[in-house]
């Protein structure tokens, strides 16, 4: 390697000289500033490669932001939306108003519920209850009957008929009462 550093000039000759550590600065520079090269080359091709990918994800985010902008209007007007803000609020009201050790009873006791629910929920037993509280909302207060009134309204097919009914559910519920322990 030469001591001479020669920079062109409009006349071809010499600037300066240097020396040997002014020689190995520069070529350290030199080595920097091509690593410094290298990874803005590597950058510009990590952004070019990023702007791709943007440009590939961009129509298909943008398809998901319409489809679910679309999705929420239709909840929006068939009330689905307005179901869900109130079934959130019930959710609330049930969480502040039963303890953990409620809910674990209930769920050990779940599948008996729903039984019992799906009993109650048949279309006769719901016409039955209907009638029973329409009959009572009708007969808010009803004129108190003798023993002579009971057995005139018994001439009634439809009081014998609902005799009936409370006569069986009173045996049912007697018959209960006799497996089920004293809690007196």
């Known amino acids: 390697m030469s001591n001479d550093l020669t920079v062109a000039g409009g006349n071809g000759s010499g600037?300066?000289?240097?020396?040997?550590?002014?020689?190995?600065?520069?070529?350290?520079?030199?080595?920097?500033?091509?690593?410094?090269?290298?990874?803005?080359?590597?950058?510009?091709?990590d952004k070019e490669m990023v702007m791709e990918l943007g440009q590939d994800l961009m129509p298909m985010a943008n398809g998901i932001i319409h489809l679910t902008s679309d999705r929420l209007q239709e909840f929006e007007e068939d009330g689905t939306l307005d179901f869900i803000r109130e079934g959130v609020k019930v959710m609330q009201q049930v969480s502040t108003a039963f303890t953990p050790e409620d809910v674990r009873l209930l769920g050990d006791n779940i599948v008996h519920i729903l039984m019992t629910v799906r009993n109650l929920t048949q279309p006769e037993i719901l016409n039955m209850a209907d009638r029973a509280t329409m009959a009572l909302k009708d007969k808010a207060n009803p004129a108190p009957v003798g023993t002579m009134g009971l057995l005139r309204a018994m001439r009634d097919p439809e009081v014998r008929k609902g005799t009936g009914v409370l006569l069986e559910l009173l045996r049912s519920l007697g018959r209960n009462t006799e497996s089920t322990p004293s809690t007196s």
Do not use: H, N, W
Not at 15 to 23: A, E, I, L, R, S
Not at 24 to 44: P, S, V, Y
């Open 15 to 45: 600037v300066g000289k240097t020396d040997g550590p002014q020689m190995e600065k520069l070529f350290e520079a030199c080595q920097k500033l091509d690593r410094a090269t290298e990874i803005l080359q590597e950058l510009k091709r």
